[in-house]
Nanobody, 130 residues
Framework: QVQLVESGGGQVQPGGSLRLSCAAS??????????IGWFRQAPGKEREGVSC????????WYADSVKGRFIVSRDNAKNTVYLQMNRLEPGDPAVYYC?????????????????????WGQGTQVAVSA
């Protein structure tokens, strides 16, 4: 049973930063082998893909809305992926979800934002207000 647990959400002022963590656990599940993504959903809005990272093809894809502000990184020793969110804007508040592909060595692909993912975390809330 694979589990993804997000943490690090909270409230910050516009222009501030947060770092979200996604810790994976489960028998033999090593994050480094799978495509890992971040999605977000704000109240009354559709779910939006934020990023997808695959070590297999070396790509990290970002939504245009976060490109240049958000950065994904990994700590393989901790089996954890991070989403560093900088210069947070009023459009960023949402519940942020970590997702993972269940197929080993499958890359994100150019349509990473609309493809299915096998595992989802419970989400962590991000709020931005003055």
């Amino acid at each position: 049973q694979v589990q993804l647990v997000e943490s690090g959400g909270g409230q910050v002022q516009p222009g501030g930063s947060l770092r979200l963590s996604c810790a994976a656990s489960g028998s033999g599940f090593t994050l480094d082998y799978y495509a890992i993504g971040w999605f977000r959903q704000a109240p009354g809005k559709e779910r939006e893909g934020v990023s997808c990272t695959s070590r297999i093809d070396g790509n990290t894809w970002y939504a245009d809305s976060v490109k240049g502000r958000f950065i994904v990184s990994r700590d393989n020793a901790k089996n954890t992926v991070y989403l560093q969110m900088n210069r947070l804007e009023p459009g960023d508040p949402a519940v942020y979800y970590c997702v993972a592909d269940g197929s080993i060595f499958r890359p994100c692909g150019s349509r990473w934002y609309s493809r299915p993912y096998d595992y989802w975390g419970q989400g962590t809330q991000v709020a931005v207000s003055a």
